[in-house]
């Protein structure tokens, strides 16, 4: 693992955090320690966050500049022990910023570092007496029960999530039978049927199975290989930059995006573009987030 401790991190957007309450809190968990082929997501919030410094700031699909609502960059956790451990580190950062009114927006790292933002997400919808929502874009299933022989892995981060939420998956394309026997397949949307839909019309089915308050986990493999080379466990036959943002857009309209993560960059010098992708998709969510919450519905 590298150590990130002597590595300056520039704030997201390259911005300086707001005088009063911010209405995002980019929290950066550079953790790897349960992937399995390709190390090096680790590296991935730094990357991201070195190249959202160029990305601009007034979006052009909403024509809003999300930077102004106030966005702060958090330390990032420096924590290369058990996942389990990390789950509940991550629980408890997640809460306090949900507990600010803020956004949380989790930057990985691999992708178990959800599992305890989801937790945290879905325990505050709990204590309102509503059920969260965890709509889920990623190449993978994500729902084995344990994987090299922790619950916490990378491979079990669905399987916690439906534990706590009712979960849509959208993209799949790389999945071990156990998770095809196990999954109600009702919710999930794989990548070969969107890419051979004769119209969007599966984005309302997807959303209209979420209850209001969701969690938005984006995993970078669902991008095709072509489009996102930069990640550990990458899949061919994946979806595209307007499929993934047409269908945020439409999801934030319809639902309370109130937290999400962008996980499993994992920078490569021959592939920087993939770490602007992953920083202008951030913006990008974020962007329609906020424009959903300021339209009254």
Same mark, same amino acid.
């Given at each position: 693992?590298?150590?990130?401790?002597?590595?300056?991190q520039p704030?997201?957007?390259?911005? *300086?955090p707001?005088s009063g309450p911010?209405a995002?809190?980019?929290l950066?968990?550079?953790?790897?320690?349960?992937?399995?082929w390709?190390?090096?997501?680790?590296?991935g919030?730094q990357?991201l966050?070195?190249?959202?410094?160029?990305v601009?700031?007034?979006?052009?699909?909403?024509q809003?500049?999300p930077?102004l609502?106030g966005?702060e960059?958090r330390?990032?956790?420096e924590?290369?022990?058990?996942p389990e451990e990390?789950v509940?580190r991550?629980?408890?950062m997640?809460?306090?910023?949900?507990?600010?009114g803020?956004?949380?927006?989790?930057l990985?790292?691999e992708?178990?570092?959800s599992?305890g933002?989801?937790?945290a997400?879905?325990?505050l919808i709990?204590s309102r007496?509503?059920r969260?929502?965890?709509v889920?874009i990623?190449?993978h299933?994500d729902t084995?029960?344990?994987?090299?022989?922790?619950a916490?892995?990378?491979?079990?981060?669905?399987a916690?999530?439906? *534990?706590?939420?009712?979960i849509?998956?959208?993209g799949?394309?790389?999945?071990d039978?156990?998770?095809y026997?196990?999954?109600?397949?009702?919710r999930?949307?794989?990548?070969h049927?969107?890419?051979?839909?004769?119209?969007?019309?599966?984005?309302?089915?997807?959303?209209e199975?979420m209850?209001?308050?969701v969690y938005l986990?984006?995993d970078l493999?669902a991008?095709?290989?072509?489009?996102?080379?930069a990640?550990?466990?990458?899949?061919?036959?994946?979806?595209?930059?307007?499929?993934?943002?047409?269908?945020?857009?439409r999801?934030?309209?319809?639902?309370?995006?109130?937290?999400?993560?962008?996980? *499993?960059?994992?920078?490569?010098p021959?592939?920087?573009?993939?770490?602007?992708?992953?920083?202008?998709l951030?913006?990008?969510?974020?962007a329609?987030?906020?424009v959903?919450?300021s339209d009254?519905?």
């Amino acid at each position: 693992m590298n150590d990130h401790s002597s590595i300056e991190q520039p704030a997201f957007l390259g911005v *300086e955090p707001p005088s009063g309450p911010p209405a995002a809190v980019v929290l950066p968990i550079p953790y790897d320690g349960t992937s399995t082929w390709r190390k090096g997501a680790d590296r991935g919030p730094q990357a991201l966050l070195e190249a959202s410094t160029e990305v601009e700031l007034f979006d052009l699909p909403t024509q809003t500049e999300p930077s102004l609502a106030g966005i702060e960059t958090r330390a990032a956790l420096e924590y290369r022990g058990a996942p389990e451990e990390l789950v509940e580190r991550v629980r408890v950062m997640v809460a306090e910023v949900l507990e600010g009114g803020a956004i949380p927006i989790v930057l990985g790292g691999e992708h178990s570092v959800s599992i305890g933002a989801i937790q945290a997400a879905s325990a505050l919808i709990e204590s309102r007496g509503r059920r969260l929502g965890v709509v889920q874009i990623d190449a993978h299933g994500d729902t084995r029960e344990s994987y090299h022989g922790s619950a916490c892995n990378h491979a079990c981060v669905m399987a916690r999530a439906r *534990e706590v939420a009712d979960i849509v998956q959208i993209g799949i394309r790389a999945i071990d039978r156990c998770e095809y026997e196990t999954m109600d397949l009702t919710r999930v949307f794989p990548a070969h049927e969107i890419l051979a839909a004769k119209d969007d019309g599966w984005m309302d089915q997807a959303i209209e199975l979420m209850p209001e308050d969701v969690y938005l986990t984006i995993d970078l493999d669902a991008f095709d290989s072509g489009v996102m080379p930069a990640t550990g466990t990458p899949e061919p036959g994946g979806l595209d930059w307007t499929i993934v943002n047409t269908f945020v857009s439409r999801l934030s309209a319809r639902r309370n995006i109130f937290a999400f993560d962008v996980v *499993e960059l994992l920078p490569h010098p021959a592939h920087w573009a993939c770490d602007f992708l992953a920083a202008k998709l951030v913006h990008r969510v974020l962007a329609e987030i906020l424009v959903a919450r300021s339209d009254p519905r």
